[in-house]
């Protein structure tokens, strides 16, 4: 079956534009969360979703980035003004349960700000 | 913030190699461990997953251990292969979601 996809693939944004990346989790999987990959590193978690309620959003790093899920399925990751610092990968996963024992995870999405 | 580092940063071998990966967590209070591994542009892969009532697991040629009085966890990888290649992470997952700084390994035909 369709796995976790995210659009677009790749994003180049001008350090100001506002940008949005999508994540179409599995059909039916209850849990959705977002990481940040920087070059080199670990992914970082952003934010944590049990169907449409935003149940920890502690790591989104700034006011400027907004992430949503309202109808429990497709979710958005927003980012206003961006910045150079914003430049990673940006990693979506998604469960069947209500925790991270089973993530799927999709492609990523790879912002780069210049 | 917490910490969660992985030994060695980078691993480079020859095929048929055994191989072991470190991850240890600056917090103790660890519940589920879980390795991945993360090919180039690609998403993670799950491998392994120590649940809080366990101390290892094994699948074919994978085995981990959780020791988590000491906040340790290992990967053991026998008989490495060059599909091995990849990226390895360690991840806690329970409330504070922590991935680990990850190892990049490189088995050489």
């Known amino acids: 079956g369709a796995g976790v996809s995210q659009s677009p693939r790749y994003k180049v944004a001008k350090r100001g534009q506002d940008v949005a990346l999508r994540c179409d989790p599995i059909?039916?999987?209850?849990?959705l969360f977002w990481y940040q990959q920087a070059l080199g590193q670990g992914p970082e978690f952003l934010t944590y979703?049990?169907?449409?309620?935003?149940?920890?959003k502690s790591g989104l790093p700034s006011d400027r980035f907004f992430a949503e899920r309202p109808e429990g399925s497709v979710s958005t990751l927003k980012i206003q003004r961006t910045q150079q610092e914003d430049s990673a990968v940006y990693l979506c996963?998604?469960?069947?349960?209500?925790?991270?024992?089973?993530?799927?995870f999709g492609p990523g999405t790879r912002l780069t700000v210049l | 913030k917490q910490e969660v580092t992985q030994i060695p940063a980078a691993l480079s071998v020859p095929e048929g190699e055994n191989l072991v990966l470190n991850c240890s967590f600056t917090?103790?209070?660890?519940?589920?461990l879980q390795w991945f591994r993360q090919d180039p542009g690609k998403g993670l892969t799950s491998l392994l997953l120590?649940?809080?009532?366990?101390r290892e697991q094994t699948s074919g040629r994978l085995n981990a251990s959780l020791d988590k009085s000491s906040g340790r966890s290992t990967l053991y990888i026998a008989a490495s292969q060059p599909g091995d290649s990849a990226t390895y992470l360690c991840?806690?997952?329970?409330?504070?979601?922590?991935f680990g700084t990850g190892t990049r390994l490189l088995v050489s035909p």
């Open positions: 979703f049990q169907n449409e309620a935003q149940l920890d």
């Open positions: 996963a998604s469960s069947p349960l209500g925790n991270t024992d089973t993530q799927y």
């Open positions: 120590i649940q809080s009532s366990q």
């Open positions: 059909s039916g999987h209850v849990s």
């Open positions: 991840f806690r997952g329970f409330q504070k979601l922590v």
């Open positions: 917090d103790s209070a660890i519940y589920n």
